[in-house]
């Protein structure tokens, strides 16, 4: 498998694409408007205590406070509890204007502020330090079980006696040895130190520590024994990623190019159309087939349909053929799209139950390689599969788009003859309790065309019926819905 990371530097914006086999899967975007604020940690300062809903509202100095849950505040791990396994009261856990060491665990999401954790996690190439928590983890996907047992011995062997820190292995140290694991770990020691003294000087609501820049942050956490080369088209960021890899990950310099081509370095395999496509509704597929994406505040629905597709043998065969197409379509633009929290998918009905195995396991075997957390239901009595993704950014859809001005987020306006309705019922609403002269009607030029054209009857139905002249003018920034009565 053949994959590569594409870097695009702008003065505003930085995009990272994983690109495998010329295809698109993955696609990171960094805005200096709008930076990301997962892994950063902040000085926070407790601004209400809601013991209802097990939570507090955190004040970190952004637009709105963050959100830290019961469940999310670390325990002393000298404390005494009847259960340890039982969640914390929150109110013996923080109290208004108490200050503390938080870390953004999710960005921002709507009108939701950002959620918090006082479980502070460190990454660097090879381990993660958590040193609020104790012990050795070795990632799942790390499935060798002798590697994971090496790893883990090795691990807990450079742990120092004093040290109340844990460590969790990531999958880029497999095949690692014990100097670049104690490197890491002694890298992450001098970098908590470092944060405990700014966490000191720092005052409630006030940054303590800036995670890494997106092209460094592709560096430490999707570099991975696929990747054959990282090209970025930004000479600084060249360097600065190359002087990165120099002091944390030495074998990787080579795989750093600088891209100089007049071509734009998206273009190398259409990944600008592919961004254009993935903002769409409606994904087409090879068969002649469709899927429909519609993403809700609550929950993302996606639908499969056989469109043109008639197929070759008969219609179950036709069913599973697009299934299993979709199936593979729609664990990719999971990523690509960047779409979390709960995923209901509706693939047309099989009658089965090996077709059915199938198509789970093509959605989940695609999905295997994905770096978020996905969970896959069988399927229901309704023949839905029900599946989570862990969401922590925004979606590609709420980071390039905002809410049309029109339809305000509905997806749809009022269609023209229902509002040349409308607009009689309010000039009979306004003959009848106002002494009118002349009634004056403002609306879009396709509403007035209609009442000229197909309603013109009705008009001067109403004309006669009010006994009041009735005059039309075109307002060409008004809603497709939008109009206004006014008294002359």
Known sequence: MKEEILINVTP??????LVENGVLQELLIERASRRGLISNIYKGRVSRVLPGMQAAFVDVGLERTAFLHASDIARNPHEEAPDREAEPNIRDCVTEGRELLVQVLKDPLGTKGARLTTYVTIPSRFLVMMPNSGGVGVSARIEEEGERERLRSLVESIIPP?????????????GASVDALRADMIFLQKLW?????AARNASGGELVYED?????RVLRDMLSPDIERVRVDSEPIFVRMREFAARFIPHLVPMIELYTQDRPIFDLYGIEDEIDRALNRKVPLKS???VIFDQTEAMTTIDVNTGAYVGHRNLEETIFRTNLE???AIARQLRLRNLGGIIIIDFIDMTEEE???QVLQALS???????AKTQIMNLSPLGLVEMTRKRNRESLEHLLCQTCPSCEGRGFVKAAETVCYEIFREILRQHRQFDVQELLVLARPSIIERLLDEESASVAELEELTGTPIRLQSERLYAPDQFDVVLM
């Open 162 to 174: 004093q040290s109340n820190a844990g460590y969790i292995v990531r999958t880029a140290a497999e």
């Open 12 to 17: 505003r914006e930085m995009r990272a694409a």
């Open 355 to 357: 077709h059915r195995h």
């Open 212 to 216: 890494l820049a997106l092209p460094l």
């Open 193 to 197: 130190e470092a944060i405990e003294e």
């Open 326 to 328: 979709a199936a593979v």
């Open 365 to 371: 075997g695609r999905l295997a390689g994905d770096h």
């Open 288 to 290: 002649g087939g469709y």
